[in-house]
Structure formats: structure tokens, C-alpha cells
């Protein structure tokens, strides 16, 4: 049971930390279009979403690969919900080159 929590955990944080990261990308890209000096939201942004997204993986994961392959799978998965919620409505999928 405890192995079921502690997988939970990693899959939750890595959720949380992913739309931390992805949600202030967003969050940024909006700010950055009305503003004088889009470079520096950009760069404040990414330093502070970088900081915070690894050392949640360094906690969460610890020397545990299983534990970072979690947070991992957590951290994409809230990516694809982020574009999701975030995307335009009406707006159709570019095509792909592969």
C-alpha cells in the first residue's frame, strides 16, 4: 500500500510541477505580447519555471529512477492537458512533416 502512495505521490507532484512549468510558459507568451520588452518576461519566466521544476523532480525523485519516470509521466501528461485548455478554439492542428 505504501508503494501505491509513493507512486501516487510522484505522479501527482509530477502533474503539479508540469503545470506549474507549462501554465507560467502560457501565462508569460500572453504577458510578453502587450510589452515593451517581451525578452525579459522570457527570461525571468524561464529561469524561475526551470528553478522550480527541477529541484520538484530533485525532491520528489530522489535517487529513485521509478520515482523520476513517474514525475515524468505526471510532468507530460499536464503538458498535453495545458495545450488542451490553452489552445484556441477553432484553430486546427498543423500539419505534420513526418
Known amino acids: 500500500m505504501s508503494e501505491i502512495i509513493d507512486m501516487g505521490e510522484a505522479i501527482a507532484g509530477g ?36 528553478s522550480i521544476t527541477l529541484s520538484g523532480f530533485y525532491l520528489l525523485a530522489g535517487t529513485s529512477l521509478k520515482r523520476l519516470l513517474l514525475c515524468s509521466g505526471g510532468f507530460i501528461a499536464a503538458r498535453i492537458l495545458v495545450v488542451m485548455f490553452t489552445k484556441e478554439r477553432g ?8
Open 15 to 50: 502533474f503539479f510541477l508540469g503545470v506549474l512549468f507549462f501554465g507560467g510558459l502560457w501565462l508569460t507568451v500572453v504577458k510578453s505580447l502587450a510589452s515593451k520588452r517581451p525578452w525579459v518576461w522570457f527570461l525571468i519566466s524561464m529561469v524561475v519555471r526551470t
Open 91 to 98: 484553430q486546427e492542428e498543423p500539419e505534420s512533416c513526418i
